[in-house]
């Protein structure tokens, strides 16, 4: 009988980790271990197999036709293999391993680490890393399980979970609508002034996004902004000290409401919903762990989704005279890092914002 070389699960999880990433120094730094450690594990993973997977230049490490072919059925064998291995301990003893995930910063702080205690109460041995800046990131290349997404998303070979959409809400600091007044009307607008948000500090389209209900189409009323800022945290914080009005996913705005920071104004006039979606790379089988903390993600975020989801999300968009309309995509593939700021207390109106 044929023999086969057995198979080394951390050879294979080293070379999956430096195929994605195209380093091995990255790959050594995400797991843990020295660049010499990876560099052998990879080595002998070859001349087991009795092929070349990575091709190696002093400035590049890119994958071989083998290595491409092999890379795909290494993900799939690693996945089944950890299945295989949790599936008679996943109720009593949690599951375990590491996770790597990246979400909005207004929805890690306010919602998502509060609760962590409760799910690693569950999961004991789980390692959790939790990305939360307002950049881009990309989820195979930096080794991420799992992205969370807010906001439209466009085509790539990364597959979007749907969630929801976030309920919205428009805000403005005490201070400023005893100096302003509070608005009530879209014409009360022309006395205002709005927190822009625009990642290249552009404030060139700044204004009110509402629901026209005349004819059921988002448009954008035209409001000048004193300042434009371009992170999750500024827009807020620029709404606190008083310089202006603000429109934000309520999830990111309730505590400053609930504080008194800052005060709900025309709530008939909201932006749209902002969609929720959950990336993941495109594989066949995903580990236990990854779909455990995917659930338990959708479970946190749910209560602040509108009801009837996607009816608003997906509506039509008119823009004023001479702009054009905002597109809105949607589909099961989602644009790898290509999102809007994603942040729970990010601006909906059709800024250009910084991926989560």
Known sequence: MKQFPAMNTDELRIFSRVAELASFSRAADQ?????????????????????????????????????????????????????????FRSHAGGL????RVDLPNAIAR?????????????????????????????????????????????DSELVARPLGALRMANAASAGYLRAHGTP??????????????????????????YLDRADG???????????TVNGTDAYQAAARAGLGLVQAPFAGLEASLAAGALVQVMPEFNARPMPVSLLYANRRQLAPRVLA??????????????????????????APAGRAASPSRSGRRASRGASPAADAAVPRKRSRRPPS
């Open 31 to 87: 797991l843990g271990l020295t660049r010499a450690r990876v560099s052998v594990a990879v080595q002998q993973l070859e001349e087991r197999l009795g092929t070349r997977l990575l091709q190696r230049t002093t400035r590049s490490v890119r994958l071989t036709e083998d290595g491409g072919r092999f890379l795909d059925r290494c993900k799939d064998y690693l996945a089944e293999g950890e299945q295989l291995a949790t599936m």
């Open 96 to 99: 375990t391993g590491r996770l």
């Open 110 to 154: 306010d919602l998502v680490i509060p609760r962590l205690p409760e799910f690693l109460a569950r999961h004991p041995a789980l390692e959790v890393g939790i990305s939360t800046s307002d950049r881009r990131v990309d989820l195979v290349h930096e080794g991420f399980d799992c992205v969370l997404r807010v906001g439209m998303l466009g």
């Open 184 to 209: 009530r009307t879209l014409d009360d607008l022309a006395q205002h002034r709005v927190v822009h948000f625009a990642q290249t500090l552009s404030s060139n389209d700044a204004g009110w996004e």
């Open 217 to 227: 189409m988002y448009k954008t009323w035209p409001v000048p902004a004193t300042v």
């Open 293 to 318: 903390v995917m659930d338990w993600l959708t479970e946190i975020v749910a209560p602040y989704f509108v009801e009837g989801r996607g009816a608003a999300v997906n509506g039509p968009s008119a």
